[in-house]
Structure formats: C-alpha cells, structure tokens
C-alpha cells in the first residue's frame, strides 16, 4: 500500500497556517480536512495541498511524519517555495 506524507496551507490571506499528515488516501484526505472532517486543528479553515512525498510502507511515513512535524525550518522553506 502507498502513503502520502502531506503538509497543508490555509487559504485564508490574512492567515497562513500550516498541517502536517499522513495517509492512503490524499485526495480523501484532503476533502475531509475541507470540509470540518479532519483533524480538529484544520476545523474551520479551506486548505490546498503544498508538499506531498510518497511512501512504499506506514512506519517510513510515520517517521517522515514527525520529522516534518518537528523541523520548523523545513516546514517555513516548504512554506516559500509555494
């Protein structure tokens, strides 16, 4: 099975927020982050998809997970490129 380990922007101008998930389905995921299924933290906002890296197994997107989680830097350059 394939994973998708995906971070997210917030659409909103005036705030610019930033997600980071993984999963098997992005385009699934996507749609239920839009529409308030998602994660609690994506309530409330329309998001569009910035960054995605594709995985052959769960634990390798797990740990691409948190590294991205925790590397602000990354994340802020992912965050300019687009």
């Given at each position: ?34 529409t308030g299924e998602g994660a ?43």
């Open positions: 099975m394939i994973f998708y380990v995906y971070m997210l922007k917030s659409v909103n101008i005036k705030i610019t927020k930033t997600y980071v998930g993984y999963t098997n389905n992005l385009n699934l995921r996507l749609k239920k982050h839009n609690k933290s994506t309530r409330g906002y329309r998001w569009k998809i910035i960054y995605k890296k594709k995985f052959y197994d769960k634990i390798s997107a797990m740990r691409f997970e948190y590294k991205l989680k925790k590397d602000k830097k990354l994340r802020k350059y992912l965050l300019s490129i687009n």
